[in-house]
């Protein structure tokens, strides 16, 4: 199962190849943490190198900074953008 997820992952980085950076980011966004998270947090910027996710409330904002190091990882090798850093921020969209 693991080595399927591996395989789409790097087919949709692929297809992403010819966005711009954000999009890139923000199209990876739910494929990097499944479509429950995703659907709690949005990609609204990147500057210098830090992706901005702007997080519906508290209680995601917790269980994403848990896992900080794995988004920003993940989100960085399948949009194919380097990431110097993930920002989040909790605001109602």
Request: proline share 3%; glycine share 6%; with cysteine.
């Amino acid at each position: 199962m693991e080595r399927m997820r591996d395989l789409l992952r790097t087919s949709l980085g692929r297809s992403l190849e010819t966005l711009p950076p954000l999009d890139r980011l923000a199209a990876a966004w739910p494929v990097v943490c499944g479509t429950a998270m995703a659907s709690h947090g949005e990609v609204t910027a990147l500057v210098d190198g830090v992706v901005h996710i702007a997080i519906r409330d508290q209680v995601w904002l917790t269980q994403m900074l848990s896992m900080r190091s794995i988004l920003q990882h993940d989100l960085a090798r399948i949009a194919a953008v380097k990431l110097t850093g993930i920002h989040f921020e909790v605001k109602q969209f």
